[in-house]
Protein backbone atom coordinates (compact mmCIF):
# COMPACT_ATOMS: atom_id res chain seq x y z
CA UNK A 1 0.00 0.00 0.00
CA UNK A 2 1.38 3.59 -0.96
CA UNK A 3 2.13 5.72 1.80
CA UNK A 4 0.59 8.93 2.55
CA UNK A 5 2.72 10.98 4.52
CA UNK A 6 0.41 14.04 4.20
CA UNK A 7 -2.73 12.20 5.29
CA UNK A 8 -4.72 13.30 2.09
CA UNK A 9 -6.39 9.87 1.05
CA UNK A 10 -7.74 10.69 4.93
CA UNK A 11 -9.37 14.16 3.14
CA UNK A 12 -10.17 12.81 0.03
CA UNK A 13 -12.25 10.64 1.69
CA UNK A 14 -13.57 13.25 4.16
CA UNK A 15 -15.00 15.21 1.22
CA UNK A 16 -17.00 11.76 -0.09
CA UNK A 17 -18.89 11.62 3.21
CA UNK A 18 -19.73 15.71 3.10
CA UNK A 19 -21.10 15.31 -0.26
CA UNK A 20 -23.02 12.93 1.05
CA UNK A 21 -24.81 14.98 3.41
CA UNK A 22 -24.93 18.38 1.05
CA UNK A 23 -28.66 18.69 -0.17
CA UNK A 24 -28.87 18.14 -3.87
CA UNK A 25 -29.60 21.30 -4.79
CA UNK A 26 -25.81 22.66 -3.23
CA UNK A 27 -23.59 20.26 -5.55
CA UNK A 28 -23.86 17.58 -7.96
CA UNK A 29 -23.16 14.36 -6.08
CA UNK A 30 -22.01 13.25 -9.65
CA UNK A 31 -19.30 16.11 -10.41
CA UNK A 32 -15.70 14.74 -10.27
CA UNK A 33 -13.52 17.01 -7.94
CA UNK A 34 -12.43 20.32 -9.38
CA UNK A 35 -9.12 20.19 -7.01
CA UNK A 36 -6.29 18.01 -5.20
CA UNK A 37 -4.46 18.45 -2.47
CA UNK A 38 -0.61 18.72 -2.69
CA UNK A 39 2.07 19.94 -0.26
CA UNK A 40 3.67 22.88 -1.49
CA UNK A 41 6.24 24.92 0.76
CA UNK A 42 6.01 27.24 2.77
CA UNK A 43 2.55 26.77 3.12
CA UNK A 44 2.23 23.28 3.35
CA UNK A 45 -0.69 21.11 2.35
CA UNK A 46 -2.46 23.49 -0.12
CA UNK A 47 -6.19 22.66 -2.29
CA UNK A 48 -4.88 23.13 -5.61
CA UNK A 49 -7.94 23.85 -8.95
CA UNK A 50 -7.31 20.83 -11.28
CA UNK A 51 -9.32 23.10 -13.77
CA UNK A 52 -10.43 26.80 -14.45
CA UNK A 53 -12.98 26.82 -11.51
CA UNK A 54 -15.92 30.45 -12.62
CA UNK A 55 -16.96 32.86 -10.06
CA UNK A 56 -19.62 31.69 -7.78
CA UNK A 57 -19.46 27.69 -8.83
CA UNK A 58 -19.55 25.61 -5.31
CA UNK A 59 -16.23 24.13 -4.91
CA UNK A 60 -16.80 21.67 -2.34
CA UNK A 61 -18.83 21.11 0.87
CA UNK A 62 -17.33 20.38 4.32
CA UNK A 63 -19.51 18.59 7.42
CA UNK A 64 -17.96 19.17 10.32
CA UNK A 65 -16.38 16.65 12.42
CA UNK A 66 -17.50 18.23 15.45
CA UNK A 67 -19.19 22.06 16.65
CA UNK A 68 -19.15 23.13 20.09
CA UNK A 69 -18.81 26.57 21.84
CA UNK A 70 -16.18 28.98 21.67
CA UNK A 71 -14.03 29.40 25.05
CA UNK A 72 -15.22 32.19 25.29
CA UNK A 73 -18.50 32.91 25.02
CA UNK A 74 -21.97 34.11 26.68
CA UNK A 75 -24.42 31.02 28.43
CA UNK A 76 -25.54 28.61 25.54
CA UNK A 77 -27.45 25.40 25.26
CA UNK A 78 -24.77 22.80 24.25
CA UNK A 79 -27.13 21.11 22.44
CA UNK A 80 -28.57 23.68 19.79
CA UNK A 81 -26.61 26.64 21.17
CA UNK A 82 -29.37 28.70 21.85
CA UNK A 83 -28.53 31.93 23.84
CA UNK A 84 -29.78 31.23 27.11
CA UNK A 85 -30.91 33.70 30.12
CA UNK A 86 -30.34 31.54 33.29
CA UNK A 87 -27.63 29.04 34.67
CA UNK A 88 -30.24 27.32 37.07
CA UNK A 89 -33.66 27.78 34.16
CA UNK A 90 -32.82 24.14 33.32
CA UNK A 91 -30.18 21.81 33.59
CA UNK A 92 -29.06 18.44 32.06
CA UNK A 93 -30.90 15.78 35.08
CA UNK A 94 -27.68 13.27 34.24
CA UNK A 95 -24.44 16.12 34.19
CA UNK A 96 -25.73 19.82 35.60
CA UNK A 97 -24.92 22.00 32.32
CA UNK A 98 -27.72 24.52 31.52
CA UNK A 99 -29.78 23.67 28.32
CA UNK A 100 -32.87 25.01 26.74
CA UNK A 101 -34.99 22.20 27.41
CA UNK A 102 -35.33 18.56 28.59
CA UNK A 103 -35.32 17.46 25.14
CA UNK A 104 -31.83 18.95 24.25
CA UNK A 105 -30.46 16.19 27.06
CA UNK A 106 -29.62 13.96 24.44
CA UNK A 107 -29.75 16.32 21.09
CA UNK A 108 -26.87 17.18 19.61
CA UNK A 109 -23.17 16.72 20.54
CA UNK A 110 -24.20 17.02 24.12
CA UNK A 111 -24.40 13.40 24.99
CA UNK A 112 -20.44 13.06 24.52
CA UNK A 113 -19.17 15.42 27.60
CA UNK A 114 -22.50 14.59 29.08
CA UNK A 115 -21.06 10.56 30.08
CA UNK A 116 -18.15 11.91 30.64
CA UNK A 117 -19.25 14.31 33.53
CA UNK A 118 -22.06 11.58 34.84
CA UNK A 119 -18.97 9.29 35.14
CA UNK A 120 -16.87 11.43 37.08
CA UNK A 121 -19.51 12.38 39.53
CA UNK A 122 -18.49 16.23 38.87
CA UNK A 123 -21.79 18.48 38.77
CA UNK A 124 -20.51 22.03 37.15
CA UNK A 125 -21.35 25.36 38.78
CA UNK A 126 -21.16 28.66 38.09
CA UNK A 127 -19.03 30.01 40.62
CA UNK A 128 -16.55 26.99 39.08
CA UNK A 129 -15.50 29.57 36.20
CA UNK A 130 -14.28 33.28 35.83
CA UNK A 131 -12.51 35.58 34.08
CA UNK A 132 -9.38 33.22 33.94
CA UNK A 133 -11.18 29.97 34.11
CA UNK A 134 -13.34 29.93 30.65
CA UNK A 135 -16.72 28.26 31.37
CA UNK A 136 -16.72 26.60 27.73
CA UNK A 137 -12.84 26.42 27.00
CA UNK A 138 -12.37 22.81 27.60
CA UNK A 139 -15.55 21.76 26.20
CA UNK A 140 -14.86 21.36 22.57
CA UNK A 141 -11.51 19.52 23.26
CA UNK A 142 -13.78 17.37 24.94
CA UNK A 143 -15.54 16.25 22.45
CA UNK A 144 -13.06 15.43 20.45
CA UNK A 145 -11.02 13.41 23.10
CA UNK A 146 -14.42 11.42 22.63
CA UNK A 147 -14.88 10.43 19.32
CA UNK A 148 -11.15 8.49 19.62
CA UNK A 149 -13.88 5.54 21.33
CA UNK A 150 -17.38 6.87 19.49
CA UNK A 151 -16.55 7.78 16.17
CA UNK A 152 -12.70 6.13 14.83
CA UNK A 153 -13.21 7.36 11.39
CA UNK A 154 -14.09 11.06 12.89
CA UNK A 155 -11.59 10.98 14.81
CA UNK A 156 -8.49 9.50 12.84
CA UNK A 157 -9.49 12.48 10.18
CA UNK A 158 -8.94 15.45 13.11
CA UNK A 159 -5.63 13.41 14.08
CA UNK A 160 -4.75 14.33 10.74
CA UNK A 161 -4.76 17.96 11.19
CA UNK A 162 -1.87 19.62 11.99
CA UNK A 163 -1.10 20.87 15.68
CA UNK A 164 2.15 22.91 15.33
CA UNK A 165 2.56 21.89 19.33
CA UNK A 166 6.56 22.34 18.88
CA UNK A 167 5.63 26.12 17.73
CA UNK A 168 2.92 26.62 20.70
CA UNK A 169 5.00 25.01 23.49
CA UNK A 170 6.05 27.06 25.97
CA UNK A 171 3.79 30.04 24.92
CA UNK A 172 1.40 32.06 26.76
CA UNK A 173 -1.69 30.00 24.79
CA UNK A 174 -0.09 26.57 26.24
CA UNK A 175 -0.05 27.73 29.53
CA UNK A 176 -3.53 28.91 29.50
CA UNK A 177 -4.42 25.93 27.94
CA UNK A 178 -2.74 23.81 30.62
CA UNK A 179 -4.93 25.15 33.15
CA UNK A 180 -7.98 25.16 31.37
CA UNK A 181 -8.45 22.20 29.79
CA UNK A 182 -5.39 20.04 30.43
CA UNK A 183 -5.58 20.17 34.37
CA UNK A 184 -9.50 20.33 34.10
CA UNK A 185 -10.26 17.69 32.41
CA UNK A 186 -7.71 15.07 33.72
CA UNK A 187 -8.26 16.85 37.26
CA UNK A 188 -11.73 17.85 37.56
CA UNK A 189 -13.35 15.00 35.04
CA UNK A 190 -10.43 12.30 35.86
CA UNK A 191 -10.21 12.04 32.47
CA UNK A 192 -7.74 9.51 31.21
CA UNK A 193 -5.81 11.01 28.78
CA UNK A 194 -2.12 11.73 27.75
CA UNK A 195 -1.67 15.36 28.47
CA UNK A 196 0.76 15.68 25.43
CA UNK A 197 -2.78 14.15 23.33
CA UNK A 198 -4.85 16.55 25.10
CA UNK A 199 -2.65 19.73 23.69
CA UNK A 200 -2.52 18.16 20.47
CA UNK A 201 -6.45 18.13 20.40
CA UNK A 202 -6.10 21.89 21.27
CA UNK A 203 -3.71 23.06 18.96
CA UNK A 204 -5.61 21.22 15.88
CA UNK A 205 -8.38 23.42 17.25
CA UNK A 206 -6.75 26.69 17.43
CA UNK A 207 -4.72 26.21 14.13
CA UNK A 208 -8.01 24.61 11.94
CA UNK A 209 -11.04 25.78 13.79
CA UNK A 210 -13.76 27.83 12.05
CA UNK A 211 -15.70 30.30 13.94
CA UNK A 212 -19.50 29.65 13.21
CA UNK A 213 -23.09 30.89 14.34
CA UNK A 214 -26.05 29.34 14.85
CA UNK A 215 -29.25 30.07 12.51
CA UNK A 216 -31.54 28.51 15.47
CA UNK A 217 -33.85 31.84 16.76
CA UNK A 218 -32.95 33.00 19.99
CA UNK A 219 -29.15 33.23 19.74
CA UNK A 220 -29.28 36.88 17.89
CA UNK A 221 -27.08 35.67 15.04
CA UNK A 222 -23.86 35.62 17.43
CA UNK A 223 -20.69 33.94 16.71
CA UNK A 224 -21.07 31.85 19.65
CA UNK A 225 -19.67 28.27 18.28
CA UNK A 226 -16.37 26.50 16.96
CA UNK A 227 -16.58 23.82 14.36
CA UNK A 228 -13.52 21.56 12.96
CA UNK A 229 -13.78 21.95 8.82
CA UNK A 230 -10.77 19.04 7.50
CA UNK A 231 -11.44 20.60 3.65
CA UNK A 232 -11.71 24.06 4.76
CA UNK A 233 -8.37 23.99 7.28
CA UNK A 234 -6.54 22.27 3.78
CA UNK A 235 -6.80 25.93 1.92
CA UNK A 236 -4.19 28.11 2.37
CA UNK A 237 -4.42 31.66 4.08
CA UNK A 238 -4.09 34.80 1.79
CA UNK A 239 -5.47 38.22 2.50
CA UNK A 240 -7.01 38.89 -0.18
CA UNK A 241 -8.78 35.40 -0.61
CA UNK A 242 -10.43 34.00 -3.76
CA UNK A 243 -13.12 31.69 -2.07
CA UNK A 244 -16.08 32.84 -0.10
CA UNK A 245 -17.84 30.22 2.67
CA UNK A 246 -21.37 29.88 4.11
CA UNK A 247 -22.94 28.18 6.37
CA UNK A 248 -25.69 25.98 5.89
CA UNK A 249 -28.75 25.04 8.53
CA UNK A 250 -26.70 21.97 9.27
CA UNK A 251 -23.90 23.55 9.82
CA UNK A 252 -22.74 22.00 6.58
CA UNK A 253 -19.99 24.26 5.22
CA UNK A 254 -20.57 25.51 1.45
CA UNK A 255 -17.34 26.54 -0.25
CA UNK A 256 -17.85 28.89 -3.50
CA UNK A 257 -15.60 30.58 -5.94
CA UNK A 258 -15.85 34.66 -5.03
CA UNK A 259 -13.98 35.08 -7.90
CA UNK A 260 -12.25 33.46 -11.62
CA UNK A 261 -9.82 30.54 -10.04
CA UNK A 262 -7.20 29.89 -12.88
CA UNK A 263 -6.20 25.62 -12.93
CA UNK A 264 -2.71 25.33 -11.00
CA UNK A 265 -3.53 28.47 -8.76
CA UNK A 266 -4.24 28.01 -4.88
CA UNK A 267 -7.80 27.79 -3.77
CA UNK A 268 -7.46 30.43 -0.71
CA UNK A 269 -9.19 31.46 2.36
CA UNK A 270 -9.16 34.30 4.95
CA UNK A 271 -8.41 33.15 8.71
CA UNK A 272 -8.17 36.79 10.17
CA UNK A 273 -10.93 39.78 9.62
CA UNK A 274 -10.22 41.55 6.16
CA UNK A 275 -10.72 45.16 7.27
CA UNK A 276 -8.20 45.23 9.76
CA UNK A 277 -4.56 46.75 9.02
CA UNK A 278 -1.38 44.07 8.16
CA UNK A 279 0.14 44.53 11.34
CA UNK A 280 -3.03 43.45 13.30
CA UNK A 281 -3.80 40.64 10.80
CA UNK A 282 -0.28 39.83 11.10
CA UNK A 283 -0.31 39.65 14.92
CA UNK A 284 -3.32 37.79 15.14
CA UNK A 285 -2.31 35.05 12.91
CA UNK A 286 1.41 34.47 14.70
CA UNK A 287 -1.15 34.26 17.91
CA UNK A 288 -3.78 32.18 16.49
CA UNK A 289 -2.41 30.25 13.58
CA UNK A 290 1.32 30.54 14.28
CA UNK A 291 2.27 31.27 10.63
CA UNK A 292 3.80 34.73 9.00
CA UNK A 293 1.62 35.64 6.42
CA UNK A 294 3.20 37.02 3.13
CA UNK A 295 0.83 37.31 1.22
CA UNK A 296 0.65 40.37 -1.47
CA UNK A 297 -1.67 42.55 0.57
CA UNK A 298 0.73 41.87 3.41
CA UNK A 299 3.80 42.44 1.14
CA UNK A 300 3.06 46.01 0.26
CA UNK A 301 3.30 48.83 3.09
CA UNK A 302 -0.34 50.36 0.67
CA UNK A 303 -1.80 47.09 1.01
CA UNK A 304 -2.71 47.23 -2.31
CA UNK A 305 -2.61 50.51 -2.47
CA UNK A 306 -5.78 51.21 0.14
CA UNK A 307 -3.19 52.40 2.40
CA UNK A 308 -5.42 50.70 5.12
CA UNK A 309 -2.86 50.98 7.50
CA UNK A 310 -1.13 54.56 6.87
CA UNK A 311 -1.31 57.47 8.56
CA UNK A 312 -1.12 61.30 7.34
CA UNK A 313 2.18 63.09 7.37
CA UNK A 314 1.97 66.32 10.01
CA UNK A 315 5.03 67.34 8.36
CA UNK A 316 4.70 71.44 6.94
CA UNK A 317 3.37 71.48 3.38
CA UNK A 318 4.11 67.62 3.40
CA UNK A 319 0.93 65.70 2.86
CA UNK A 320 2.38 62.27 2.54
CA UNK A 321 1.27 59.15 3.82
CA UNK A 322 3.29 57.32 6.72
CA UNK A 323 3.47 53.78 5.69
CA UNK A 324 5.47 50.95 7.65
CA UNK A 325 9.35 50.27 5.85
CA UNK A 326 8.91 46.81 6.50
CA UNK A 327 6.12 45.00 7.03
CA UNK A 328 6.99 41.34 6.77
CA UNK A 329 9.46 41.60 9.88
CA UNK A 330 8.08 39.15 11.82
CA UNK A 331 8.60 41.15 15.27
CA UNK A 332 6.06 44.00 13.29
CA UNK A 333 8.44 46.79 15.17
CA UNK A 334 9.76 48.09 11.53
CA UNK A 335 9.75 51.68 11.66
CA UNK A 336 7.03 53.74 9.78
CA UNK A 337 8.02 56.52 7.35
CA UNK A 338 6.78 59.10 5.16
CA UNK A 339 6.50 58.03 1.22
CA UNK A 340 7.21 61.37 0.65
CA UNK A 341 9.51 63.55 3.28
CA UNK A 342 10.91 60.35 4.38
CA UNK A 343 9.59 61.27 8.45
CA UNK A 344 9.67 58.44 10.81
CA UNK A 345 7.36 57.76 13.27
CA UNK A 346 8.13 54.44 15.96
CA UNK A 347 6.17 51.22 15.49
CA UNK A 348 4.93 51.31 18.96
CA UNK A 349 3.73 54.93 18.78
CA UNK A 350 1.86 53.85 15.71
CA UNK A 351 0.46 50.92 17.72
CA UNK A 352 -0.51 52.89 20.43
CA UNK A 353 -2.60 55.15 18.05
CA UNK A 354 -4.48 52.46 17.35
CA UNK A 355 -5.07 51.11 20.19
CA UNK A 356 -6.28 54.45 21.71
CA UNK A 357 -8.59 55.00 19.06
CA UNK A 358 -10.29 51.41 18.96
CA UNK A 359 -10.43 52.20 22.76
CA UNK A 360 -12.54 55.20 22.00
CA UNK A 361 -14.72 53.05 19.58
CA UNK A 362 -15.27 50.89 22.53
CA UNK A 363 -16.53 53.99 24.34
CA UNK A 364 -18.45 55.54 21.45
CA UNK A 365 -20.64 52.33 21.40
CA UNK A 366 -22.39 51.64 18.08
CA UNK A 367 -26.32 53.87 19.11
CA UNK A 368 -25.25 57.29 18.68
CA UNK A 369 -24.30 58.71 15.12
CA UNK A 370 -23.04 61.54 16.62
CA UNK A 371 -19.85 59.95 18.63
CA UNK A 372 -18.70 58.20 15.48
CA UNK A 373 -18.85 61.30 13.30
CA UNK A 374 -16.84 63.33 16.23
CA UNK A 375 -14.50 60.58 15.79
CA UNK A 376 -14.08 60.80 12.37
CA UNK A 377 -13.32 65.04 12.79
CA UNK A 378 -10.91 64.33 15.26
CA UNK A 379 -8.63 61.93 13.83
CA UNK A 380 -9.30 63.31 10.24
CA UNK A 381 -5.86 65.16 9.68
CA UNK A 382 -3.69 61.67 11.18
CA UNK A 383 -5.44 58.96 9.73
CA UNK A 384 -5.39 58.14 6.15
CA UNK A 385 -9.11 58.67 4.89
CA UNK A 386 -9.10 54.72 4.06
CA UNK A 387 -6.95 53.70 7.13
CA UNK A 388 -8.74 50.77 8.48
CA UNK A 389 -10.20 52.75 11.57
CA UNK A 390 -11.88 55.57 9.19
CA UNK A 391 -13.42 52.70 7.10
CA UNK A 392 -14.61 50.95 10.34
CA UNK A 393 -16.03 54.09 11.15
CA UNK A 394 -17.86 54.45 8.20
CA UNK A 395 -18.99 50.89 8.20
CA UNK A 396 -20.38 51.41 11.38
CA UNK A 397 -22.31 54.86 10.13
CA UNK A 398 -23.24 53.21 6.78
CA UNK A 399 -25.65 50.62 9.31
CA UNK A 400 -26.59 53.51 12.23
CA UNK A 401 -27.81 55.64 9.76
CA UNK A 402 -31.69 54.54 8.42
CA UNK A 403 -31.74 51.42 11.14
CA UNK A 404 -31.09 52.74 14.54
CA UNK A 405 -34.84 53.84 15.65
CA UNK A 406 -33.78 57.82 15.89
CA UNK A 407 -32.17 57.52 12.68
CA UNK A 408 -34.99 55.68 10.89
CA UNK A 409 -34.83 56.04 6.68
CA UNK A 410 -37.63 58.39 6.27
CA UNK A 411 -36.78 60.79 9.16
CA UNK A 412 -32.94 61.05 8.30
CA UNK A 413 -32.11 64.71 7.29
CA UNK A 414 -30.72 65.16 3.37
CA UNK A 415 -27.01 65.75 4.90
CA UNK A 416 -27.71 62.42 6.90
CA UNK A 417 -28.71 60.85 3.93
CA UNK A 418 -26.11 61.75 1.98
CA UNK A 419 -23.69 60.57 4.45
CA UNK A 420 -24.85 57.24 4.46
CA UNK A 421 -24.46 56.77 0.93
CA UNK A 422 -20.76 58.26 1.12
CA UNK A 423 -20.23 55.99 3.76
CA UNK A 424 -21.24 52.95 1.93
CA UNK A 425 -19.36 53.97 -1.18
CA UNK A 426 -16.03 54.56 0.38
CA UNK A 427 -16.60 51.29 2.10
CA UNK A 428 -16.93 49.75 -1.24
CA UNK A 429 -14.23 51.43 -2.58
CA UNK A 430 -12.16 49.36 0.07
CA UNK A 431 -13.54 46.10 -0.59
CA UNK A 432 -13.38 46.08 -4.33
CA UNK A 433 -9.60 46.10 -3.69
CA UNK A 434 -9.31 44.02 -0.60
CA UNK A 435 -12.73 41.49 -0.60
CA UNK A 436 -13.31 41.30 -4.77
CA UNK A 437 -15.78 39.34 -6.60
CA UNK A 438 -18.50 37.62 -4.62
CA UNK A 439 -18.31 38.73 -1.18
CA UNK A 440 -21.15 39.22 2.45
CA UNK A 441 -20.06 42.32 3.15
CA UNK A 442 -20.65 43.78 0.10
CA UNK A 443 -23.82 42.40 -0.62
CA UNK A 444 -24.68 43.83 2.55
CA UNK A 445 -23.56 47.17 1.98
CA UNK A 446 -24.79 47.46 -1.73
CA UNK A 447 -28.15 46.97 0.59
CA UNK A 448 -27.58 49.86 2.31
CA UNK A 449 -26.95 51.88 -0.18
CA UNK A 450 -29.79 51.70 -2.57
CA UNK A 451 -32.10 52.10 0.18
CA UNK A 452 -31.09 56.61 0.46
CA UNK A 453 -30.69 56.45 -3.45
CA UNK A 454 -34.36 55.33 -4.41
CA UNK A 455 -35.98 57.18 -1.59
CA UNK A 456 -34.13 60.51 -2.80
CA UNK A 457 -35.42 59.88 -6.28
CA UNK A 458 -38.90 58.89 -5.04
CA UNK A 459 -39.13 61.97 -3.22
CA UNK A 460 -37.85 64.14 -6.25
CA UNK A 461 -40.19 62.81 -8.27
CA UNK A 462 -43.25 63.30 -5.68
CA UNK A 463 -41.98 66.76 -6.06
CA UNK A 464 -41.96 66.88 -9.56
CA UNK A 465 -38.72 68.02 -9.35
CA UNK A 466 -37.00 65.77 -11.19
CA UNK A 467 -36.60 64.75 -15.44
CA UNK A 468 -37.63 61.29 -16.33
CA UNK A 469 -34.09 61.00 -17.85
CA UNK A 470 -32.65 61.57 -14.63
CA UNK A 471 -35.35 59.68 -12.68
CA UNK A 472 -34.85 56.23 -14.84
CA UNK A 473 -30.98 57.21 -14.03
CA UNK A 474 -31.47 57.20 -10.36
CA UNK A 475 -33.80 54.27 -10.68
CA UNK A 476 -31.46 51.73 -12.85
CA UNK A 477 -28.59 52.85 -10.12
CA UNK A 478 -30.75 51.29 -7.17
CA UNK A 479 -31.92 48.34 -9.41
CA UNK A 480 -28.08 47.76 -10.05
CA UNK A 481 -27.51 47.71 -6.32
CA UNK A 482 -30.11 45.07 -5.46
CA UNK A 483 -29.17 43.20 -7.99
CA UNK A 484 -25.90 42.84 -7.02
CA UNK A 485 -27.14 42.48 -3.31
CA UNK A 486 -28.59 39.51 -4.45
CA UNK A 487 -25.58 38.09 -6.53
CA UNK A 488 -23.95 38.63 -3.61
CA UNK A 489 -26.28 36.81 -0.61
CA UNK A 490 -27.81 33.98 -2.59
CA UNK A 491 -25.93 31.64 -1.18
CA UNK A 492 -26.90 31.98 2.59
CA UNK A 493 -29.41 30.39 3.86
CA UNK A 494 -32.84 32.01 4.12
CA UNK A 495 -32.33 31.71 8.45
CA UNK A 496 -29.78 33.60 9.03
CA UNK A 497 -29.70 37.59 8.58
CA UNK A 498 -28.33 37.76 5.19
CA UNK A 499 -30.28 35.30 3.92
CA UNK A 500 -33.37 38.08 4.96
CA UNK A 501 -32.09 40.37 3.28
CA UNK A 502 -31.41 38.90 0.11
CA UNK A 503 -35.23 37.82 0.17
CA UNK A 504 -36.33 41.42 1.17
CA UNK A 505 -33.72 42.29 -1.98
CA UNK A 506 -34.94 40.58 -4.49
CA UNK A 507 -38.98 40.80 -4.12
CA UNK A 508 -38.05 44.93 -3.95
CA UNK A 509 -36.31 43.82 -7.29
CA UNK A 510 -39.22 42.76 -8.87
CA UNK A 511 -41.15 46.24 -7.58
CA UNK A 512 -38.48 48.17 -8.68
CA UNK A 513 -38.80 46.57 -12.43
CA UNK A 514 -42.34 47.01 -12.44
CA UNK A 515 -42.05 51.00 -10.93
CA UNK A 516 -39.33 51.18 -13.37
CA UNK A 517 -41.83 49.94 -16.72
CA UNK A 518 -44.29 52.62 -15.11
CA UNK A 519 -42.09 55.67 -15.59
CA UNK A 520 -41.26 55.12 -18.71
CA UNK A 521 -44.80 55.41 -20.07
CA UNK A 522 -45.94 58.37 -17.26
CA UNK A 523 -47.31 61.72 -18.95
CA UNK A 524 -44.37 64.10 -19.59
CA UNK A 525 -46.37 66.31 -16.81
CA UNK A 526 -44.94 63.98 -14.09
CA UNK A 527 -41.17 65.39 -14.60
CA UNK A 528 -39.18 68.57 -14.97
CA UNK A 529 -39.10 68.90 -18.83
CA UNK A 530 -35.49 68.01 -20.27
CA UNK A 531 -33.16 71.13 -21.11
CA UNK A 532 -32.72 71.77 -24.14
CA UNK A 533 -28.93 71.24 -24.59
CA UNK A 534 -26.65 74.25 -25.18
CA UNK A 535 -24.29 74.65 -28.44
CA UNK A 536 -21.53 76.33 -26.90
CA UNK A 537 -17.76 76.50 -27.51
CA UNK A 538 -16.92 74.72 -24.59
CA UNK A 539 -19.10 71.65 -25.72
CA UNK A 540 -17.70 71.32 -29.23
CA UNK A 541 -14.34 71.40 -28.29
CA UNK A 542 -11.98 69.34 -26.15
CA UNK A 543 -9.53 71.74 -24.54
CA UNK A 544 -7.79 75.15 -26.13
CA UNK A 545 -5.02 73.19 -27.70
CA UNK A 546 -7.86 71.92 -29.81
CA UNK A 547 -9.24 75.65 -30.82
CA UNK A 548 -8.81 76.44 -34.20
CA UNK A 549 -11.10 77.53 -36.72
CA UNK A 550 -11.30 74.35 -39.09
CA UNK A 551 -11.77 72.02 -35.60
CA UNK A 552 -14.80 74.74 -34.63
CA UNK A 553 -16.36 74.98 -38.05
CA UNK A 554 -16.04 70.58 -37.73
CA UNK A 555 -17.92 70.62 -34.56
CA UNK A 556 -20.53 72.77 -35.98
CA UNK A 557 -21.10 70.97 -38.53
CA UNK A 558 -21.42 67.69 -36.66
CA UNK A 559 -23.86 69.11 -34.92
Not at 158 to 163: I, Q
Not at 292 to 301: E, G, I, L, V
Amino acid sequence: MAEDPYHVDVMYDWFKYSMTKAPPHIIDQKESRKWNIEYVEPYGRCTIATRDIAEGEVIFVDHPIVTGPKQTTDLICLSCYRQLDSWDACQCSKCGWPLCSKECETRGHHPLECRVFAAAGYKPKKSDFSEDIFMYEFMLPLRCFCLSSTDPKKWATMMAMESHNDLRRGTELWEREQLNVVDYLRGKLKLKADEELLHSITGILDVNCHEVRSNIPGTKEQYFIRGVYPLCAMMSHFCRNNTHHTLMDDMTMVVIASTPIKKGEQITATYTHILSATTERRKHLRYGKFFDCACARCSDPTELGTYFGALKCSQPGCGGSILCTDPLIPTNDAPWACDRCKYQVASVTVERLNKMVYWELREAGEEDPAKIEALIRKYQYVLHPQHFHMVGMKHTLSQMYGRLPEYSLGALTEAQRRRKVECCRDLLRVLEVIDPGISRLRGLTLYELHAPLLLEANQAFQRTSITRREFLTKLRQAEEHLDRTVYCLKHEPLSSAEGEVCKIARNSLVELRKWINTVTTLPDSYFLPEEVEKVTAASLIRSDEDLTLESLLRSLEEQ
